[in-house]
Each structure stands twice: as structure tokens, then as C-alpha cells.
């Protein structure tokens, strides 16, 4: 028996925290500043997850946008209730 650690090399991943990705209606997200105190939500795939860093690979288009780093799910919480309203 041996425990041993491999070290993979993934080319421009981009990592975003663990709690900036949302999962809505089994998929996932994460929002990106429209501007104007706007966001929208572009979905992407997960990759590797570690140390609470997640990897990102975005089915949309992300277009340079910033991506929400904090709050994504009250962000999440109040489109779905003015989507509601």
C-alpha cells in the first residue's frame, strides 16, 4: 500500500472560490457584472476543486467579464424573487 500525491498541469484554468459557483436547476453558475448594479448568470462546468478553490470551465461566454466572488447565492435568492414578483 502507498499513499502518494500527482501533481496535474492544466493550462490557464481559471479558479474561482467554491462559494462563487451556484447550482440552480441542476446546473451551474456563476454570476459576472453587467454593470450598472446588474449580473448575469453564464453557466459553466466544473473542474478540479481544492483547498476550497474551484476550477471553471464556462459553457457561456464569460467576455472578460468580473466574476462575482462573494454573495452569488443572495445574488441567486433575489433573481429568483423578483423573477417571482
Keep these: 500500500f502507498m ?7 492544466t493550462k490557464n484554468a481559471l479558479v ?7 447550482r440552480w436547476e441542476n446546473k451551474n453558475y456563476v454570476f459576472t457584472d453587467a454593470g450598472n448594479g446588474n449580473f448575469s448568470l453564464v453557466e459553466v462546468e466544473l473542474g478540479l476543486l481544492q483547498n476550497g478553490r474551484q476550477q471553471i470551465i464556462p459553457v457561456g461566454d464569460l467576455g472578460g467579464k468580473d466574476v462575482v466572488l462573494q454573495n452569488a447565492y443572495a445574488l441567486l435568492m433575489k433573481m429568483k424573487n423578483s423573477a417571482e414578483e
Design 16 to 22: 474561482v472560490p467554491e462559494a462563487a459557483v451556484v
Design 3 to 9: 499513499n502518494a500525491e500527482v501533481a496535474l498541469k
